[in-house]
């Protein structure tokens, strides 16, 4: 889905839980939270505030390990 990130809920650095909330995305002036799919750590945000995105781009490098 294309959107607009209205939020980054999440730093670098930060832990995250599968499932937790990372960012939230507009679209169809809808807002849809986005979550992770692993837990880990988030070494790297590639979006920000206003950042627009369509399906399929990164988000967040989340380190596993």
């Known amino acids: 889905m294309s ?9 670098e650095g930060q832990m995250v839980a ?6 939230v995305l507009e679209s169809m002036k809808t807002e849809i ?9 988030v070494r790297e945000l590639y979006v920000d505030r206003a ?6 781009d990164v988000i967040a490098l989340i380190d596993e390990s």
């Open 3 to 11: 959107g607009r990130i209205t939020e980054v809920v999440v730093d």
């Open 51 to 56: 950042s627009v995105v369509r399906e399929g």
């Open 33 to 41: 939270p986005v979550v992770t799919e692993i837990p880990g750590v």
């Open 18 to 23: 599968e499932g937790d909330e990372i960012a």
